[in-house]
Nanobody, 122 residues
Framework: QVQLVESGGGLVQAGGSLRLSCAAS????????MGWFRKAPGKEREFVAA????????YYADSVKGRFTISRDNAKNTVYLQMNSLKAEDTAVYYC???????????????WGPGTQVTVSS
């Protein structure tokens, strides 16, 4: 298990950008694939992006492809989500999570952060 804490959320106008960070505890961060998920009010939790343990492979939901970029710095035990061209429908609580393998399925993730709110005004 690893402890995760997200930061970088906030209020931004449509078309703007935000960069989320997720800091992990422990010395085993590089052994985990990482993912970002989001949950909007009244909606199910949604996969956003995932990155492999080395960072060489990434995968995105169609709704964010071309606008969001996931990356990681294993030396800093941190995973990032750069969000550009934000839309009102991106408004949600964003969570980072750790898994054994890179996957889109939330049940495969064993550790979750508390989340950070992203609000996009139109």
């Amino acid at each position: 298990q690893v402890q995760l804490v997200e930061s970088g959320g906030g209020l931004v106008q449509a078309g703007g950008s935000l960069r989320l960070s997720c800091a992990a505890s422990g010395r085993t961060f590089s052994t985990y694939a990482m993912g970002w998920f989001r949950k909007a009010p009244g909606k199910e939790r949604e996969f956003v992006a995932a990155i492999s343990r080395s960072g060489s492979n990434t995968y995105y939901a169609d709704s964010v492809k071309g606008r969001f970029t996931i990356s990681r710095d294993n030396a800093k035990n941190t995973v990032y989500l750069q969000m550009n061209s934000l839309k009102a429908e991106d408004t949600a609580v964003y969570y980072c999570a750790a898994a054994t393998i890179m996957t889109i399925h939330p049940v495969e993730y064993h550790s979750w952060g508390p989340g950070t709110q992203v609000t996009v005004s139109s």
